[in-house]
């Protein structure tokens, strides 16, 4: 087939990328990785290849992302994520599926209500790209558990709906030097960040942690319409796949994006170091 330029494409369809992996007992991933390092470009990723360059799509498919929260924020982050080839996912969330969920949560539905938002995050995964490996942990993220099961990760995602359980991940990622990239809806407002292990973080952001409580406040009070949820999980994915593609200029380290769509406002704040 030709690509966007006219010039003849070498590719393989899922259907071929299954049949390799059959015949040669290797895993969709690593034969996604292999056809890629010999120029040929797996079907799925055909649109992304004006963006990222193949350079950009093996490191996507080498990298371990942990997310932590499997709501709102985590669910949309998880389905983009899967699509755009990030090849292992860790999947982080004690919680289950209640009706209030309908609304914003994209792998919550009428029918698996009760269910472990962890257990569903994995399903829809394997629904969209085989060649993801995911790892579910069916239990809350805190002090005692959080550096095992964000062990071998290269970049943790806070999908959380309160500070001081933000504050848990941040000090885990920290510790394991790694970056975290935070985001948090309220209403129609939300905004996302970028913390590596040596910026102050989200005291910049919440205050002094010790004023942190561990309630649920502003998405309680304000709600989380789905046009929200979606969209600032969508501007959490495109840092953290900034990130693995090694774009850190574009980052916004030390910086919060802010949008509120009540007003249709977006602005981009430095935090003061």
């Known amino acids: 087939m030709k690509g966007a330029d006219g010039l003849e494409l070498r590719s393989i369809s899922v259907a071929g990328t299954r049949a390799l992996s059959e015949r040669c007992r290797l895993s969709c991933r690593e034969i996604e990785i292999e056809a890629l390092r010999n120029g040929i470009i797996p079907l799925r990723y055909l649109r992304n290849r004006a963006t990222y360059r193949t350079e950009d799509q093996i490191r996507f498919l080498e990298s371990r992302v942990a997310v932590v929260g499997l709501g709102g924020l985590g669910g949309v982050v998880v389905e983009i994520l899967a699509r755009a080839g990030v090849g292992r996912l860790t999947l982080i969330d004690g919680d289950r599926f209640e009706d209030h969920n309908l609304n914003r949560q994209w792998t919550s539905t009428e029918k698996n209500m009760g269910t472990s938002k962890a257990t569903a995050a994995k399903e829809r995964v394997a629904t969209i790209n085989t060649a993801v490996d995911t790892t579910a942990h069916t239990t809350f993220f805190t002090a005692d558990n959080g550096a095992r099961m964000i062990t071998g990760c290269h970049v943790v995602v806070d999908c959380l709906d309160n500070i001081a359980s933000r504050f848990v991940v941040e000090d885990a990622a920290r510790q394991a030097g790694l970056p975290f990239v935070s985001a948090a809806v309220a209403g129609l407002a939300g905004h996302v960040t970028v913390i590596y292990p040596q910026d102050r973080g989200l005291e910049l ?56 769509l009540s007003d249709q406002t977006t602005e981009v704040l430095s935090l003061a170091q």
Do not use: F, H, S
């Not at 004023?211 to 999980?233: F, H, N, S, W, Y």
């Not at 959490?236 to 980052?251: K, P, S, Y």
């Open 205 to 260: 952001v919440y205050g002094p942690r010790e004023q942190a409580r561990d309630v649920k406040g502003a998405e309680i009070m304000l709600g989380c319409p789905p046009q929200t949820v979606a969209l600032v999980a969508a501007k959490q994915c495109a840092e953290l796949l900034n990130l693995l593609a090694d774009r850190t200029g574009q980052l916004l380290r030390n910086k919060l994006w802010v949008v509120d």
